[in-house]
């Protein structure tokens, strides 16, 4: 067998399809004609069913083996307005292979320099964790503070939340009171979880990176929240609002959050990771 890239040989390879099989290929592309790659495709059947699904390669396309018929086409990119178009694979007139261009959106305005501060009664903090193996048990904190401080340059913004350890809450009372005992958040001794950042990164479009400091159960790690700026609004009282959704994966043995238990099965009661989800708006102060 010849390894790819030998001099003088031929590397190509022909993709064997079952008979009933058809192919769909497309490139993604600006409007200038370059790839958008990391582009995300979804090819669902007339009834709105997922036949497959994907991203783009470094050259903006996407192959896929389907049966012959008709499919919807979803195409979506961060920076990009979304593409949508049905196709009929198989039909002779037309191939199954095209080319989709995307228009680029202009990112949401961003809030402007000066205070801002998380507005609670509109925001929430939750987490998921793993439970027996397969299950998600969800819950969040009720009672929580918070500020941000836009300056002229988005970059060197800064934030800081406090959270009352207490005011967790997954909606099953023993649950939560063993939560915050000892084995795990020992709110009594650590009665706040903080949050402080001073690096706001621009990823993309209106994709951000929050990075900085979270304290939870006496240990500060770095974290970094993978952020959604989803723009500026007006209150009902006129006030300028700003929102964000932003998610963290963190491992609570980082934070010395060890209890363990292992049922008969030899599976962990409580798995290490958990996923934590914020839902913000913030309110411009004077």
């Known amino acids: 067998m010849e390894t790819a890239g030998s001099a003088g040989q031929d590397t190509s390879a022909t993709l064997t399809l079952p008979h009933t099989a058809r192919l769909l290929s497309c490139r993604v592309l600006d409007t200038v004609h370059q790839p958008v790659r990391q582009a995300r495709f979804e090819v669902t059947d007339p009834i709105g ?10 050259y903006g396309g996407f192959t896929a083996a389907v049966p012959e018929g008709q499919y919807r086409l979803t195409v979506t990119a961060e920076g990009y307005a979304p593409f949508h ?8 007139a037309q191939p199954g292979t095209g080319e989709i261009v995307l228009d680029a959106v202009e990112p949401p305005l961003l809030p402007a320099p000066g205070h801002w501060e998380i507005d609670p009664t509109h925001s929430s903090i939750g987490f998921i964790a793993q439970h027996i193996g397969f299950a998600r048990i969800r819950g969040r904190f009720n009672t929580f503070a918070g500020a941000v401080r836009i300056a002229d340059r988005m970059e060197d913004s800064s934030m800081h939340v406090i959270i009352d350890a207490a005011s967790i809450d997954t909606g099953v009372r ?18 706040t979880v903080e949050f402080y950042s001073e690096r706001f990164i621009h990823r993309s479009g209106s994709r951000w990176a929050v ?12 974290v970094t929240l993978d952020t959604e700026y989803l723009g500026l609004g007006t209150g009902l009282e006129g006030e300028p609002r700003a929102a964000c959704r932003a998610t963290a994966d963190l491992h609570r043995e980082d934070f010395s959050l060890n209890w363990q238990s292992v049922l008969a099965q030899g599976i962990a009661a409580i798995g290490s990771s958990v996923e934590v989800v914020l839902d913000v708006q913030i309110v411009h102060k004077a």
Do not use: K, Q, W
């Open 174 to 191: 023993m649950r939560d009171d063993h939560l915050r005992s000892a084995d795990f958040l020992d709110a009594a001794r650590y009665p």
């Open 49 to 58: 069913r997922r036949i497959v699904s994907g991203e783009t390669d470094p």
């Open 211 to 222: 990075a900085g400091a979270l304290t939870l159960h006496g240990a500060s790690r770095s």
């Open 85 to 92: 178009g049905a196709t009929l694979v198989g039909d002779p």
